[in-house]
């Protein structure tokens, strides 16, 4: 299961803190991954973190704005957000990377839990 929290309603070029508890899994064992969907759109790649932290990646579109951590003793995943913009409002889901593939593409990663809402307002 995962549960992602931290959303709300906050002012352009302001800083909003995701978080996302798993649980029934091992979360150590799993790279994590941050995904975003925008109504209309298609839910499209934000960031990830290998299993032991040591390495993150980041869309284009975040890239120096967005900082993804993560505490395996809290089987939690967290997402700064800094210098939002009106293009960044979305539900924000987490994931673990079950794939072998490239972290950024949606199908390596098999489950998904209720989402948080981002809103920024201009």
């Known amino acids: 299961q995962l549960q992602a929290s931290g959303g709300g309603l906050v002012q352009a070029g302001g800083s909003l803190r995701l978080s996302c508890l798993a649980s029934?899994?091992?979360?150590?064992?799993?790279?994590m991954g941050w995904f975003r969907q925008a109504p209309g759109k298609e839910r499209e790649f934000v960031s990830y973190?290998?299993?032991?932290?040591?390495?993150?990646y980041y869309a284009d579109s975040v890239k120096g704005r967005f900082t993804i951590s993560r505490d395996n003793a809290k089987n939690t995943v967290y997402l700064q957000m800094n210098s939002l913009k009106p293009e960044d409002p979305a539900v924000y889901y987490c994931?673990?990377?079950?794939?072998?593939?490239?972290?950024?593409?949606?199908?390596?990663?098999?489950?998904w839990g209720q989402g948080t809402l981002v809103t920024v307002s201009s």
């Open positions: 973190i290998t299993w032991g932290g040591g390495s993150t």
């Open positions: 029934g899994l091992t979360f150590s064992n799993y790279a």
């Open positions: 994931a673990p990377k079950t794939g072998v593939g490239p972290p950024n593409l949606l199908k390596e990663y098999d489950y």
